[in-house]
């Protein structure tokens, strides 16, 4: 199933219990789609949510509300029944939105291009944790409910752990030599993975995060997004357009799924019950695959890649070490989103 967008999508998200999904488009357009097995998906609305490029989407409020990211620095609150605007925060950040994520039914978490995290509160209406760790844009970020904090990764080079009980930045890795892209966690939390432009999967060890345990040469370009598909596979978009099943630990390509283009893939995610992944791209094409047809398919090709062995792989590091972030520097990314001088406004008034 697939379904054309006149602009490239940035991103996309799956409604939490309904047959709906969203994706943002680089013309700042919201887009929201209906899918089922016997049809191709039916667009339900297209809204312009910003003027510059929405670059992430997510349902929250159990699949009531819309949430977009924009390079114009505003995050906004789309019903999704009509599509139209509850609330808009004009200035949540100083400068573009790259990534937003859901932490909890009323925690979510903006990350921007220069490496600035915040975490908003809902029932409070404000921000209530900010982190100012990295010093490019934050590329992906993942949420540890058990231990309350924030995984991010940024295009400096390195992993953050970010505590929001203790609202402070617990550990950062060192500078590797590639933007870090994507980040998971496998493993039952021993291990995060992290994609590259090299197409090299860093592994840390949790706990130990200075530097890498491991190195996985598998992909042979870039690692753009990651999804976990259990604790010891994931599954990758790679800017080649191929979708592979990876396992981890041992580290090998397990086979190809799929084929989205000949452009690099977007973003990835699982639908509601886990029936759909679906797969944006620079084609401007949204792909649904139904995953049991993906993982029982004919292909069983290792694309060739090799495994770098790095520090020592121990699956045995439980322990969560507190260490003080790097204090490296390095150059940043120039002419990514617009500065705003505006304090950050009421965002979840109207809701």
Not at 142 to 166: C, F, K, M, W
Not at 209 to 230: E, I, N, P, Y
Not at 260 to 283: M, N, Q, T, V
Not at 320 to 346: I, L, N, T
Request: glycine fraction near 8%; proline fraction near 3%.
């Amino acid at each position: 199933m697939e379904a054309l967008h006149e602009e490239m999508p940035f991103d996309l998200d799956f409604h939490p219990s309904s047959q709906l999904v969203a994706t943002s488009l680089i013309t700042g357009e919201l887009n929201l789609f209906r899918y089922g097995p016997e049809s191709q998906p039916e667009r339900l609305f297209t809204v312009k949510a910003h003027e510059e490029s929405c670059r992430a989407v997510r349902f929250v409020d159990s699949g009531k509300v819309i949430l977009s990211g924009s390079a114009d620095c505003s995050v906004l609150a789309s019903d999704v029944e009509t599509g139209k605007a509850v609330a808009r925060l004009e200035d949540a950040h100083e400068n573009g939105i790259n990534r937003l994520v859901c932490l909890t039914e009323t925690l979510i978490a903006t990350g921007d291009d220069e490496g600035c995290i915040k975490v908003w509160d809902t029932r409070e209406r404000s921000c209530c944790n900010s982190f100012h760790v990295h010093e490019d844009y934050i590329s992906d970020m993942t949420y540890v409910p058990d231990s309350n904090q924030i995984l991010a990764t940024s295009g400096d080079g390195t992993l953050s752990v970010n505590s929001l009980r203790r609202n402070k930045v617990k550990s950062q890795s060192e500078f590797s030599e590639d933007e870090l892209l994507s980040l998971v966690i496998m493993k039952n939390g021993k291990k995060v993975v992290c994609g590259t432009p090299s197409g090299a999967l860093l592994l840390y060890s949790w706990g130990y995060f200075k530097d890498c345990s491991d190195r996985f040469l598998g992909h042979a370009q870039s690692v753009d997004t990651m999804l976990k598909l259990d604790e010891e596979t994931l599954i990758s978009g790679a800017s080649d357009g191929v979708i592979r099943l990876v396992g981890i630990l041992p580290n090998r390509i397990i086979q190809p799924l799929a084929e989205h283009s000949e452009y690099p893939i977007e973003a990835l995610a699982f639908s509601h019950d886990r029936k759909y992944l679906g797969s944006i791209s620079h084609d401007k094409m949204l792909k649904l695959w139904d995953l049991q047809e993906l993982m029982s398919g004919p292909q069983s090709v290792n694309d060739g890649g090799s495994v770098e062995a790095g520090s020592d792989d121990s699956d045995e590091d439980e322990m969560d070490v507190d260490m003080e972030p790097s204090k490296g520097s390095r150059s940043k990314k120039a002419g990514k989103g617009q500065s705003s001088s505006r304090p950050g406004a009421d965002f979840f008034a109207d809701l």
